[in-house]
């Protein structure tokens, strides 16, 4: 089985930095995926880490550690509209995912 | 930029009615997925669907669950006799493969 973990809320001001930490721990690894859901809409893609290390794409980044079962979303210049949920999400051999509970991440101005 | 499109938006049923909630996953992807989430909660997978048949189906995808692919674009989620439980939003999802899923807006179910 899977189990994921993440930090229910964080809040931040618009300009700044946040990170946003999943831990894992699953029965096989095929990878660890970001979403972005904003309240009332559907999940929408936003990384996938298969390798350690950090990828970059634009002013979100995504970290994964498979040693320690760890990944992290890092988003910078805040933007109003980036308040919303995250979700980590880890699928299984068959490609499910498996998500956490979710990150609500509020900007304020 | 293709998407999944998902209709009706939002369906209101009574309790023990049968509803069926229609997807139109993008053309060239291959597995086809159900997933639910009830208000204020964590988005829960429901069925995977590949080559014609289910891969996989989760515990609340009980014998009250079908699905199905009666063209070759439509995929279709039936729930035959609802429960209050059954309130969620109901989201399908495609994929080329091991890659990045697509959701789509989803359905919000109401059984009253």
């Known amino acids: 089985g899977q189990n994921i973990d993440q930090p229910t809320e964080m809040t931040a001001t618009e300009g700044a930095i946040v990170q946003i930490n999943c831990t894992y721990q699953?029965?096989?690894?095929?990878?660890l995926f970001w979403y972005q859901q904003h309240a009332g809409e559907a999940p929408t893609f936003l990384s996938y880490n298969v390798l350690d290390g950090l990828e970059e794409k634009g002013r979100f980044s995504s970290f994964l550690s498979r040693s320690k079962g760890y990944s992290y979303l890092l988003l910078k210049e805040l933007q109003m509209k980036d308040s919303a949920s995250y979700l980590c999400a880890v699928p299984g051999d068959d490609y499910k995912l498996s998500f956490g509970a979710g990150t609500t991440v509020t900007v304020r101005a | 930029e293709p998407e999944v499109t998902q209709t009706p938006s939002h369906q209101v049923t009574q309790m023990g009615q049968e509803v069926i909630l229609r997807c139109v996953p993008i053309?060239?992807?291959?597995?086809f997925y159900w997933y639910r989430q009830i208000l204020g909660q964590k988005v829960e997978f429901l069925v995977s669907?590949?080559?014609?048949?289910?891969?996989?189906k989760s515990e609340i995808f009980d014998d009250q669950f079908s699905v199905e692919r009666p063209d070759g674009s439509n995929f279709t989620l039936k729930i035959r006799s609802t429960k209050l439980e059954d309130s969620a939003m109901y989201f399908c999802?495609?994929?080329?493969?091991?890659?990045?899923?697509?959701f789509g807006p989803g359905t919000r179910l109401t059984v009253t």
């Open positions: 053309s060239n992807h291959l597995y």
């Open positions: 699953t029965s096989g690894f095929n990878g």
């Open positions: 669907f590949y080559n014609n048949e289910i891969s996989e």
């Open positions: 999802a495609s994929s080329e493969g091991p890659t990045e899923q697509y």
